[in-house]
């Protein structure tokens, strides 16, 4: 693979401007990178800006990528890639997957922990990650670097395997949720029951007990004493709910 200058050659000038990706045997591509040091102005460079995450005092960092233009000019004996001659000086790509994969394992570490506002960003950050992800996966095609490759491959296997942990972890809180307003409201029903009852406007005459002396303590022990019968009955459900 031979590299050339982009900037000096004067018939891809169109095609740099241009909104086509392919043109005849040349194919638009970008190299990534997160060195911060190249001086370029857009076409030539796009920045993919990052972010910093405090996540149960777990920092997540998304590193900031900058996109460098090149052109794949693909011929019969070898192919030629047109940029700038001194950006393969800076590309590390095996150290940049590294340490984007190392900031998503960071995301494993606080899983266990998380409560169900937190599945929703989470699952932001990670979406975050795929897309950058995505654009090194479409620059190393180009490149065809197998080793590459099967890196990408192993992040983004990674990422799936996390995304599943943290949707399996928000069933279960939802599932929680869903089983402690059971018992609630399994509780509550008889109490609502005999308030609808009691207030209802019916003739004393057809509800003689409210005229007995001790209805109304009555009511409110037999109350009580269902209350801590279903607390009791539910004890267990009620103790892992509560964690």
Not at 106 to 129: A, C, G, P, Q, T
Request: net charge neutral.
């Amino acid at each position: 693979m031979k590299i050339k200058s982009l900037k000096e050659n004067e018939l891809l000038k169109d095609f740099i401007y241009s909104s086509e990706i392919t043109k005849e045997n040349y194919e638009k591509f970008y190299i990534l990178t997160t060195n911060k040091n190249i001086k370029e102005e857009i076409p030539y460079i796009v920045k993919i800006e990052g972010n910093k995450y405090n996540v149960l005092n777990i920092i997540i960092e998304i590193p900031e990528i900058n996109k460098y233009l090149a052109i794949k000019e693909k011929k019969e004996d070898e192919n030629i890639i047109y940029t700038d001659t001194n950006i393969f000086d800076i590309l590390e790509y095996e150290k940049d997957l590294y340490k984007l994969n190392r900031s998503i394992n960071e995301i494993k570490k606080i899983i266990k922990d998380i409560d169900f506002s937190i599945v929703d960003k989470l699952l932001n950050i990670l979406y975050e990650f795929k897309r950058i992800i995505y654009e090194y996966e479409v620059s190393i095609n180009v490149l065809n670097d197998e080793k590459l490759k099967e890196i990408i491959k192993q992040i983004n296997q990674n990422i799936n395997n996390i995304q599943e942990s943290i949707m399996m972890k928000g069933e279960y809180l939802d599932m929680k949720t869903t089983r402690l307003l059971t018992i609630l409201s399994l509780i509550t029903f008889p109490i609502l029951v005999l308030s609808a009852w009691f207030g209802a406007n019916f003739p004393k005459k057809q509800m003689k007990f409210m005229t007995w002396e001790y209805s109304y303590i009555t009511v409110i022990t037999i109350c009580i004493i269902f209350v801590i019968y279903c607390v009791y009955i539910f004890r267990n459900d009620i103790r892992i709910l509560m964690i």
